[in-house]
């Protein structure tokens, strides 16, 4: 069955430190795709980024990067000189193939709530 | 803008009450989803709809109901049945229903019932 956990329930760091958002999944699928999603204090989940189970090259984007190794089934989340508007719930997420009658299935990791210091 | 939009933002509810939370996408998105959200934990999907006039329950579909008429909307009405319907509800939709499908969230709905 697909199950994501992200062991980190909260992390505080100070203004313009590094931090890593960890995610570990299990799933039995060769073909599956993993997303990052970011929960600002308004509520709304933003989508970040969507990575298949083919593509393990590194990604940055500005001051995130993305991990992610089939070895240890991780895709792990890195900010780099965090600010304060990062400050958030961040969820990491997977999907399979064809788990329900041909359509997606989202399953949603506990979430890490994030604070950023000033 | 294309976008998803929910209505209302809070929603206030007495026990035994029927309540419905709008969702409308202009994405032109054949999926559509609902989420409950409860503290300290991830989303959990309540119903589905592939396309227009079809809808599939989720994991914890007990207690809710929706319909899908049009294309652009999905409400989800919390009956009487959903024993503890104090939660954020989180719609979504994607363009298809593949799992490299991504899903786009809209605001999301605080309901909390008196």
């Known amino acids: 069955a697909q199950k994501v956990t992200q062991a980190q329930t909260e992390i505080s760091v100070v203004e313009k430190e590094d931090v890593t958002l960890d995610c570990v999944y299990e799933t039995r699928d060769t073909t599956y795709y993993l997303f990052w999603y970011k929960q600002p204090p308004s509520g709304e989940l933003v989508f970040l980024i969507r990575?298949?189970?083919?593509?393990?090259q590194n990604e940055i984007s500005g001051r995130y990067s993305w991990n992610f190794q089939k070895s240890t089934s991780s895709f792990n989340f890195t900010i780099t000189a965090s600010q304060v508007v990062d400050s958030a719930v961040y969820f990491c997420?997977?999907?399979?193939?064809?788990?329900?009658?041909?359509?997606?299935?989202?399953?949603f990791g506990q979430g890490t709530r994030l604070t950023i210091n000033p | 803008d294309g976008g998803i939009t929910q209505s209302p933002k809070y929603l206030f509810r007495k026990e035994g009450q029927n309540v419905t939370l709008s969702c409308e996408q202009n994405l032109n998105h054949d999926a559509m989803y609902w989420y409950r959200q409860d503290p300290g934990q991830g989303l959990r999907l309540i119903y589905y709809s592939q396309i227009v006039n079809d809808f599939q329950k989720g994991d914890i579909a007990e207690g809710y109901s929706v319909s899908r008429e049009k294309k652009e909307s999905f409400p989800l009405t919390v009956t009487s049945a959903q024993k503890n319907p104090t939660a954020f509800y989180l719609c979504a939709s994607s363009i298809g229903v593949r799992a490299t499908d991504t899903q786009y969230f809209g605001p999301g709905t605080r309901l909390t019932v008196l």
């Open positions: 990575r298949n189970s083919f593509d393990e």
């Open positions: 997420a997977l999907s399979e193939e064809g788990v329900i009658q041909g359509a997606q299935k989202l399953v």
